[in-house]
């Protein structure tokens, strides 16, 4: 009896256990933020046409052109204001030394929403180390080194590699490149340390009120807006009894589903726990082959997506925002569940892996020159890269992190492979998306419906 | 709610068959298998890797997947099990968990932690029941965990069952009358790891599976369905598992749909367990200590 009893307690306590969240303390501090970044300086500048200049100058003047250069082949951005006294450095040359910067990267390579470590070791230095040409990308004078470490899906881990790549090995700015809580976590650390932070655009949920942050890419609040047009302009489906929403219960999605909600009223919406599984939420979307809804936005783990789609045999069209619904790896699996996500769209900072040749030939050149085999992980990190070069280029010769938020806030930058971006208004600077296309042809993969556009 | 009771029906079919697992080790050694899921994440790899990777047929998947299982529980009872024999249970139950983790790391490393899909067993379309898709391989996984259940409830009383069982009360005396436990401890971890094959490899078809999916899943409600069953009764845990799979889907549709619970799933199994224990002690077939 006493050993039942014990074991019933055991049993207890550990379905109890998952119920209370997995991510402590991440989100409280967060939520009552919000508020919008001032920019450290600058702001005032007006983009330039020429993206040609390459930006060798020290100093931001106000009126620099792009970062393009030798290195980025496609020109930058324009120029934006800067201050009068260019940018103001506050002497934190962490990770810098005459030859080289130090960038610290985090991404999920195990839990929930792992993406695969290969793409990660192989992308990871790519396009420092093959960007220029079939050469290494040289800012002024220094190479780029990277570090990288695996923040499993969870955001204490997030916090703690990335306080292990700021202080311990060195890195100058950090870069998330996936999982909204890892994102949030590190650039909570980041900001409170001063180190420059770069991710993909994720929740806007206690970001912005974060100086050292800025998104690559739309934040999910401002992507919503834009999928309700995508869903009744191009999908055609403008009554709100055909449409649902299934986004997973954390705070950091709150605004994503008030966007959604806001822009395209009468939506039902279910937010699944984290720990529910996939195949339950199917319920809610069919009856037994018959749909209850036309169009589904998804916005979960992949592995809850998966699931769902593969249980839900009514086979309705999903469609989403985001960066980890968008790989390859998700649409091959989808694929091989009975093709269960065929059609799916998602929202994507890049145009589709498949494509990349189109939109920047240099990727493709640096993959034979690396000798790899590349994938859409690498393509995205690929993107990601070339949005900090052209940062640290206006960042100037003589870099720290001051002088590298200063040279950044307020300015555009444009790549060709992430979305053009403008900080004007604070660290949200991104306005464009891609339409990704999931294909089941060929092993399942994407494809670009469009790209770079800011609306439907 | 229908459709929410009969994916809860479907679901539990697979709780109940690894607690039919957990209840055999537990009746015949007293043991708390925390490594019993794994037993299911390495017949699915194997099985995936045979079909998928190799192109093998699907019936050599199957043989392989469950030989993988059944090695696999042969090794942990003589690497970890028989030698600890004689320790403490906690000490037994720490090992166990550390082979669960051991092994998931070893898949990890081997097929990378990438979401995988295996071929069903039975390809179509879904049937309606109570407005949920349940697929033919769902419909094959509850009729295999009726039999198992009722095959292993009889094993017990079989010569064989009853020398596990006698072995587990005393083994001096059990050995006295000629029966090895050694032998016994082998009988019982390879047949808890074939039960854990069987059904790693039904469920996999069904859902997306990763490695750890049996253990980070499927283990801590297939326990909850063991201790909801009695602990040592097989018919329990197959009752048990149904009931912790429903009880899930219902709270999450009641729950956590109408009421915006958090936790819903998590909450009503804990109320049902509670409930259970605090009527009927010894759980729904267990019998009294």
């Not at chain 1, 951005?77 to 130090?102: H, K, L, R, Y």
């Not at chain 1, 900001?191 to 974060?210: C, I, K, Q, R």
């Not at chain 1, 979307?285 to 169009?295: I, P």
């Not at chain 2, 009383?157 to 050694?182: E, F, H, N, Y």
């Amino acid at each position: 009896m006493r050993l039942r009893t014990t074991l019933a307690l055991l049993a207890g306590a550990l379905l109890v256990l998952p119920a209370c969240g997995q991510f402590d303390g991440v989100h409280d501090d967060f939520l009552a933020q919000g508020g919008e970044n001032p920019g450290l300086g600058g702001g005032d500048g007006t983009s330039a046409d020429d993206a040609s200049s390459g930006a060798d100058g020290t100093d931001a003047s106000g009126d620099g052109g792009g970062s393009g250069g030798d290195n980025t082949g496609d020109g930058g951005g324009g120029g934006g204001g800067g201050n009068d006294n260019g940018n103001a450095g506050n002497g934190d040359t962490t990770g810098v030394t005459a030859d080289t910067i130090t960038i610290g990267i985090h991404a999920p390579l195990t839990g929930a929403a792992p993406l695969k470590q290969a793409s990660f070791e192989t992308g990871k230095d790519l396009y420092w180390q093959y960007g220029n040409g079939g050469k290494p990308v040289v800012i002024h004078g220094r190479t780029v080194e990277t570090v990288f470490a695996d923040d499993q899906y969870r955001p204490s881990t997030a916090r703690q590699v990335c306080q292990t790549m700021a202080e311990e090995q060195q890195a100058f700015a950090l870069i998330g490149a996936g999982g909204t809580d890892q994102i949030q976590a590190c650039a909570q650390y980041a900001a409170s340390e001063d180190v420059p932070y770069l991710s993909t655009g994720v929740t806007e949920t206690g970001m912005g009120s974060l100086d050292t942050y800025f998104a690559a890419s739309m934040t999910y609040k401002q992507q919503t807006p834009m999928l309700t047009d995508y869903i009744k302009n191009e999908l055609g489906v403008t009554d709100a009894s055909k449409v649902a929403a299934v986004v997973t219960n954390t705070p950091n999605f709150d605004d994503a589903v008030e966007g959604f909600t806001g822009a395209f009223d009468g939506v039902d919406v279910f937010r699944p726990d984290k720990n529910e599984r996939g195949s339950s939420a199917a319920g809610n979307l069919c009856t037994g082959t018959a749909k209850n809804y036309d169009v589904v936005f998804v916005l979960t783990s992949p592995t809850f997506y998966l699931e769902m789609a593969a249980a839900s045999g009514c086979r309705p069209q999903f469609v989403g925002v985001g960066v980890s619904m968008g790989l390859d790896q998700v649409a091959s699996t989808g694929c091989s569940a009975a093709g269960s996500t065929e059609g799916a769209r998602f929202f994507n900072p890049t145009p589709a892996f498949a494509d990349a040749g189109e939109y920047d030939p240099d990727f493709l050149a640096a993959v034979d020159a690396a000798g790899i085999e590349a994938d859409d992980v690498t393509w995205m990190m690929w993107g990601q890269s070339k949005v900090l070069h052209q940062m640290l280029e206006k960042a100037g010769e003589a870099l720290d992190r001051g002088a590298f938020m200063d040279a950044v806030a307020g300015q555009k930058f444009s790549t060709g492979v992430f979305p053009d971006l403008n900080y004007a208004g604070g660290p949200f600077g991104a306005t464009q998306v891609s339409v990704l296309r999931n294909v089941c042809d060929g092993g399942g993969h994407y494809e670009t419906d469009h790209a770079f556009v800011n609306g439907f | 709610m229908g459709a929410f009771l009969a994916l809860g029906l479907f679901q539990g079919a697979v709780y109940g068959l690894l607690a039919v697992g957990i209840v055999l080790v537990y009746k015949a050694k007293r043991v708390f298998n925390f490594a019993q899921g794994e037993f299911g994440g390495v017949a699915a790899f194997t099985a995936y890797a045979i079909v998928v990777g190799t192109g093998l047929p699907y019936w050599a998947g199957v043989l392989g997947g469950l030989a993988a299982a059944v090695a696999t529980g042969l090794i942990v009872e003589r690497a970890i099990v028989r030698p600890l024999e004689s320790s403490s249970r906690t000490i037994m139950l720490v090992a166990l968990v550390g082979v669960a983790l051991f092994t998931i790391a070893i898949i990890v490393l081997v097929g990378q932690p990438i979401p995988r899909v295996m071929p069903p067993l039975v390809d179509g379309g879904g049937v309606n029941i109570l407005g949920a898709g349940i697929l033919p391989q769902q419909l094959i996984l509850m009729a295999v965990l009726a039999v198992l259940a009722a095959a292993m409830a009889w094993f017990f009383k079989t010569d064989l069952g009853l020398a596990v069982l006698a072995s587990s009360q005393d083994t001096r005396a059990a050995q006295v009358v000629g029966i090895s436990p050694i032998a016994v401890s082998r009988l019982v971890w390879g047949m808890a790891a074939l039960l854990g094959g069987i059904a790693g490899l039904l469920y996999a078809p069904v859902g997306i599976f990763t490695p750890g999916f049996m253990t980070l899943t499927m283990l801590v409600p297939a326990f909850a369905a063991a201790v909801l069953g009695g602990m040592t009764s097989l018919p329990g845990a197959f009752i048990g598992g149904l009931a912790i799979g429903v009880v899930q889907n219902l709270g999450i549709y009641y729950l956590g749909q109408q009421l915006k619970v958090p936790g819903a799933a998590e909450l009503g199994v804990f109320a049902l367990l509670m409930l259970v224990l605090l009527i009927r002690p010894q759980g729904l077939l267990g019998g009294a200590n």
